[in-house]
């Protein structure tokens, strides 16, 4: 779609999109020939700025799932803690998720063996005994 764009409005100085002459956009006459009376027509929020779009673009991602990464680097971001410092509340914070995939995981190993049932506490007797220091380093022979 925005190649087709550009292919039939081509700019010299390399723009996207451009005024009917194919120099830059004025912020002004873009607001009040363009944006102000697309918003009207769209029976949107009369006070939605053009920066509300990158906005809601950024919560449409997250809504969707998408990774923060990916949202970073769509977004141009110069680091993962921006979009997060940014954007972060949108993310849901229910601990639920988390906590299942970590019993599912504890559920797996233990039904694959990896750690023996009632092995919770580390065992102290052995953990004395690698302590002590062998029997030639010992002083008695002293």
Known sequence: ??????????SDQGYVFTS?????LRRRNFYRRHFKPAVNRATLDPGLRFHDLRH????LLIAQGHHPKTIKEHLG?????LTLD??????????RPLRQGLEAIYGE?????????GDLEPDTA????????PESLSRKGQ
């Not at 809601?56 to 919560?59: L, M």
């Not at 971001?77 to 803690?81: F, M």
């Not at 190993?109 to 049932?117: F, I, K, N, T």
């Open 56 to 59: 809601t673009c950024a919560a």
């Open 126 to 133: 052995s953990m004395k005994e690698e302590k002590r220091a």
């Open 77 to 81: 971001h110069s680091s993962i803690r």
């Open 86 to 95: 940014r954007y972060g509340h949108l993310y849901r914070a229910s601990p």
């Open 109 to 117: 190993s233990r039904a694959a063996g990896v750690r023996p049932e």
């Open 20 to 24: 009917a002459e194919g120099s830059a």
């Open 1 to 10: 779609m925005l190649g087709e764009h550009i292919g039939r409005l081509p």
